[in-house]
């Protein structure tokens, strides 16, 4: 399983951004696909993920703001993370994660910078 991230940038707060994460290569092994974060100086943690049935789970300090999405093709796989209303503490560089449904492994993409300006 491969992962390739995108979409990050400079945002004023309030503004909104989209994340892109292409997952390929053998998709149909994919379980849970989730976003995310990490700030300067502190650890990584979930923003949102969603499992394979479509159940979703949003860390608290970003539900009602952030919307995670999948669209699904016969190649590769797109998942989005939809951010809006950003606050300056929602900078972070953010990942995208997904978990093997046979083995639990988790695949990680390389991060995108996301910096929200106050």
């Known amino acids: 399983v491969q992962l390739q991230a995108s979409g990050g940038g400079l945002v004023q707060a309030g503004g909104s951004l989209r994340l892109s994460c292409v997952v390929s290569g053998n998709i149909w092994r994919v379980n849970v696909v989730g976003w995310y974060r990490q700030a300067p100086g502190k650890e990584r943690e979930l923003v949102a993920e969603m499992t394979r049935g479509g159940s979703i789970n949003y860390a608290d300090s970003v539900k009602g703001r952030f919307t995670i999405s999948r669209d699904r093709d016969n190649a590769e796989n797109t998942v989005y993370l939809q951010m809006n209303s950003l606050k300056p503490e929602d900078t972070a560089v953010y990942y995208c994660?997904?978990?093997?449904?046979?083995?639990?492994?988790?695949?990680w993409g390389h991060g995108t910078l996301v910096t929200v300006s106050s």
């Open positions: 994660k997904v978990t093997d449904r046979f083995s639990n492994y988790d695949y």
